[in-house]
């Protein structure tokens, strides 16, 4: 994939600290704003999960109106690192003590749990997590449209309302849904009109459309197309109504990359491997989604101590056949390149297993 000059100059200048995260937080600056504009009047929270470094997070906060967090842990870092930020509590498995903090919005995922919020008797605001039977062709991952431990179908929404009236603190603002992840802008619109038909049933006048935003590793320079998503939204939303996404990967994924260097390059039984530093217990994600990482070589190797053109399988360090960022795809590259992992700003280096093998962590720099 293309590597912009800034993060190409400085990871030559990183030759020797390598492997390291570089995020270009410039990037994320005039992306963030371009989703803003696209966005119009629907709020924008942000998934923190995706990735919840605090440069990132401040980088961020000018853009968003507000946070999603899912766990205890979460809501502390945010309140550390952005103290004034609004905040909503969403996940399955919230504990009393999630349930008891203080936040702008708890996404109720059950009515067990929603028992539990009003025997609390503290003052809550609250979205009822919605799973409603549509079909999530084309998703990467599915979080609803048939049975998952996330949100609730009719029925359990029903019995949510059902007991809400025993409270006069734990107050009904709306509908909360995220129902898949990997969509494109046509089918995220399909699927928020539905919940927003579900949600005027209930007269709820918040509706939070969730995120799962389509981010191409395939095709990196493809981008989700936030215009047609925003003014589709527009439209759909009737006066009166607050409308809200909160996208994660679609957001931070394009400012991160993981930089590594090859160590060695070798043939086994026909087929060439790429062996770089560091590995999949830094960049878990092409292991867990299960696609090659988009990539760049920059040739700051030895000439003639590589291959050229070859389908090359890149593997890091670990001792483990899973230790794959890309298989068998055409590439130039020598011992001492180095190879630039793209899309690496979300579901990266906090969804990875960094203590397997003991291996030095990598290094963090900031373009700004
Ligand atoms: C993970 C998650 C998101 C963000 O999903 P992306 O695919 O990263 O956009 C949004 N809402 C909820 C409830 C989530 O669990």
Sequence with gaps: MILPDRVRERAERLTEALPAYVYDLAALDRHAAAVR????????????????????????????????????????????????????????????????????????????????????????????????????EGASLAMGGGATPFGMDPAGVRECLGLLPASTRVRLRGVHAHLASGLRAPELLG???????????????????????AVSYHEPERLFDWET?????????????????????????????????VIDVKRVHGEVFAVVTGGTHHLRTPAAKGHDQPLAVLPTGRAGTGTTGEPVTVVGQLCTPKDVFAREIPLSVNVGDIVAFGLAGAYAWTISHHDFLMHPRPGFHYLT
Aim: overall charge negative.
């Design 37 to 136: 504009r696209a966005l119009g009047d629907t709020e924008l929270y942000y998934a923190v999960k995706a990735n919840p470094d605090p440069a990132l997070l401040r980088t961020l906060a000018p853009y968003a109106d507000g946070f999603e967090v899912s766990s205890i842990g979460e809501v502390r870092h945010l309140r550390s690192v952005l103290p004034d930020a609004r905040l909503a509590l969403g996940g399955p498995g919230k504990t009393d003590a999630e349930l008891a903090l203080d936040v702008h919005r708890v996404h109720v995922e059950s009515p067990g749990e929603l028992r539990r919020l009003i025997g609390m008797d503290a003052p809550a605001d609250v979205l009822l997590r919605v799973n409603l039977a549509v079909p999530v």
């Design 191 to 213: 699927l928020a009109e539905t919940v927003l038909a579900f949600a005027r049933e209930l007269a709820a006048g918040e509706v939070d459309v969730g995120g799962g935003m």
């Design 229 to 261: 998503y925003g003014r589709g939204l527009a439209r759909l939303r009737a006066p009166g109504e607050t409308l809200r996404v909160e996208p994660g990967r679609a957001l931070t994924a394009y400012c991160g990359w993981y930089l590594t260097r």
